[in-house]
């Protein structure tokens, strides 16, 4: 059974740090990665999906790794902004297409 | 482009009673999936529907259920209402899938409360 966590679960940092957000999943057997924001009583809104040939993907401030050999994905946001403040959350997609999502981490970035 | 469109955005019902939630996909995907978001026990997989049928469900008793229409609009139905179905509810939509690493796009979810 693929199991997905994510530590730790709250963080909070002063504005333009950068950050390193931390992902691992038990079975390596996956087809993709997806890294989501959900903001309070909203969605979650894709950030960046990596497949499972992939390394890496970039977006913007946001650029997200894989290494699906040691079961790991980082998230990394440069010069972090309040606007940031959020729940991040990893998720893995095997054979069966549903989503296992980690129970994601609170960002809070202060001004 | 539209976005995943989810209705009611709240829904409140009594213990036993039954709840219907509906979401309408992004336009030109085919696949509807819905989770739930329980305080706690983080994002659950639900059901899966592509084309009208149930393709996968997740570790929910029989009465979660749904149904995906013509138009790939979709309908979850909870029967008998317990204390702990209080949650939100998220429907997602992607492109077919069968290994085709198309991202999944979320509504903005129900939120059902039970007293």
């Known amino acids: 059974k693929q199991e997905v966590t994510q530590i730790p679960a709250a963080l909070s940092v002063p504005e333009g740090e950068n950050l390193v957000l931390n992902c691992s999943f038990t079975d390596s057997a996956i087809y993709n990665l997806q890294w989501f924001r959900q903001d309070p009583g909203k969605g979650l809104t894709s950030l960046l999906l990596i497949q499972s040939s992939q390394r890496e993907q970039t977006s913007g401030r946001l650029n997200a790794s894989l290494d699906k050999s040691s079961g790991r994905s980082t998230l990394y946001i440069a010069a972090s902004q309040p606007g940031d403040s959020a729940t991040y959350l990893c998720a893995v997609q095997g054979g069966s297409e549903k989503l296992v999502f980690g129970k994601g981490m609170k960002l809070t970035v202060n001004p | 482009e539209a976005g995943v469109t989810q209705s009611p955005t709240h829904l409140i019902k009594t213990r036993g009673q039954q709840a219907t939630l509906r979401c309408s996909p992004i336009?030109?995907?085919?696949?509807v999936y819905w989770y739930q978001q329980a305080l706690g026990l983080g994002l659950q997989f639900l059901l899966w529907y592509d084309e009208g049928e149930e393709r996968n469900r997740g570790n929910f008793p029989p009465r979660f259920s749904g149904r995906q229409f013509p138009n790939y609009s979709s309908e979850l139905n909870v029967n008998a209402l317990e204390l702990e179905d209080s949650a939100l509810y998220l429907c997602a939509s992607s492109p077919m899938q069968y290994y085709s690493n198309q991202p999944q796009h979320f509504g903005d979810g129900t939120r059902l409360s039970i007293l």
């Open positions: 336009s030109g995907h085919t696949s």
